[in-house]
């Protein structure tokens, strides 16, 4: 028996495609410079918040880049409870799960239509729906107020949350209809004629093949809603036992001017910041697979 050997053409072909990789060029070297730059811009803020938070006032108005002496739980401990963050923290989870899981459902529903189904009117009330991107929130602030108000749910997280997904709706439909559009309609057909009812096809077969681009727009209406500052601070502003996080940090900020309390306020920083990190860092593969998608069906 002759022992078998790798034929000579596979050999030659592989040679000149190693040999035809482009070389890193200047423009490359400049892009991961900037990218590089860019993360220390963003890293370095968030670390140093994060150390300030184990400080004391001495260590946080001296050397930034000094280390603290040692781990000052006791600041995290005064944040959640002396000011309020274990309350408000409760309060933007239960308002952000709400407004997300209300987005999600009425968006992919109305997207799915808009994008599968043909009727007089469909593109009219899509333009409609995008349209809402075009106005930013500050413009419909006091409309807004007296609107909730008149309805009975003016300081309650009921009226926070429909405000929620009232606008965060727009970009949803824009970004889940043209991701409906790549589904394949043959799947949707075959579903039907097995005798599927719309709901039933729409659930049960369309909505877990758009699984990576509802998981894409989930968690930017998560980040949207866990930052958003403006909105509750009108439709909050009269009950502080209901404030989100962004309310009590801002608060946090005044009080630690007058009680100098600045480790205290860095450590309700971070405790704001991690489950938002958190969130990007375990979902980030969904993410960047639910953008590029799309493109790419």
């Known amino acids: 028996m002759t022992p078998t050997t790798e034929p000579p053409s ?30 220390l811009l963003v890293v ?18 001296g050397d930034a880049l000094q280390l603290p002496a040692e781990l000052r739980w006791d600041n995290w401990t005064r944040a959640w ?5 274990g309350t408000y923290m409760l309060n933007t989870v239960v308002v952000v799960a709400a407004g997300t899981f209300g987005t999600m459902l009425f968006g992919s529903l109305a997207a799915y239509v808009l994008a599968r189904y043909r009727f007089p009117g469909n593109r009219l009330i899509y333009y409609l729906f995008v349209s809402g991107m075009a106005f930013p929130v500050f413009l419909a602030l006091v409309p807004l107020f007296f609107v909730v108000d008149q309805v009975g749910l ?6 926070l949350v429909l405000v929620y997904i009232a606008y965060s709706l727009p970009f949803t439909i824009f970004f889940l209809a043209a991701f409906f559009k790549t589904l394949p309609a043959s799947v949707a057909e075959a579903a039907m004629i097995d005798g599927a009812s719309h709901v039933r096809t729409f659930f049960q077969v369309m909505l877990p093949m758009a699984r990576p681009g509802l998981i894409s727009i989930a968690i930017f209406n ?17 009950a502080k036992d209901k404030w989100v996080i962004t309310q009590g940090i801002a608060d946090i900020s005044t009080i630690a001017g007058y009680e100098a309390d600045w480790p205290g306020l860095f450590a ?9 990190l958190v969130v990007y860092v375990v979902f980030q593969r969904q993410i960047q697979s639910g953008l590029t998608s799309g493109a790419l069906k």
Do not use: D
């Open 10 to 39: 596979t050999t030659r072909a592989a040679l000149p495609r190693a040999a035809e990789r482009p070389r890193p060029g200047l423009l490359t070297g400049l892009s991961h410079v900037a990218l590089v730059v860019w993360a």
């Open 44 to 61: 370095l803020p968030l670390l140093w918040t994060l150390l300030a938070s184990f400080k004391n006032n001495t260590e946080i108005f």
């Open 81 to 85: 409870g002396r000011a309020n963050v």
């Open 154 to 159: 003016l300081n309650t997280h009921t009226g």
């Open 222 to 238: 998560v980040l949207g809603q866990w930052n958003q500052y403006l909105l509750p601070l009108v439709l909050l502003s009269g």
């Open 268 to 276: 309700a920083l971070s405790m704001s910041i991690i489950p938002v």
